[in-house]
């Protein structure tokens, strides 16, 4: 239930913050923001598995997900090494 759930409390639908998330619904958030990405959607085509990680860096970035979620998630799919430079 915590899949669409973001750090900065931005997600859905509890709309919980960094505080009640645990590193298991950070990696699935994560996770699933990384299979859209890679997917074609009606509003956009897939991306690339680079451009896709570029995205993921940028919702780190902007502190809706956490690095070392999105570090594992990129290097389970052979995408960059963890930890995440950013």
């Known amino acids: 239930g915590a899949a669409h759930e973001r750090l900065d409390a ?7 913050g960094a505080a009640a998330l ?14 859209a990405l890679v997917e074609d959607r009606p509003h956009r085509p897939a991306l690339d598995p680079s451009a896709a990680a570029d995205v993921l860096a940028a919702e ?5 997900l956490d690095r ?19």
């Open 22 to 35: 645990d590193a298991p619904s950070r990696v699935l958030a994560a996770a699933d923001v990384a299979a």
């Open 68 to 86: 070392e979620a999105v570090a594992a998630v990129l290097a389970a799919a052979g995408q960059r090494s963890a930890p995440v430079p950013w």
């Open 10 to 16: 931005s997600g859905y639908h509890r709309g919980l």
């Open 60 to 64: 780190v970035a902007d502190g809706r």
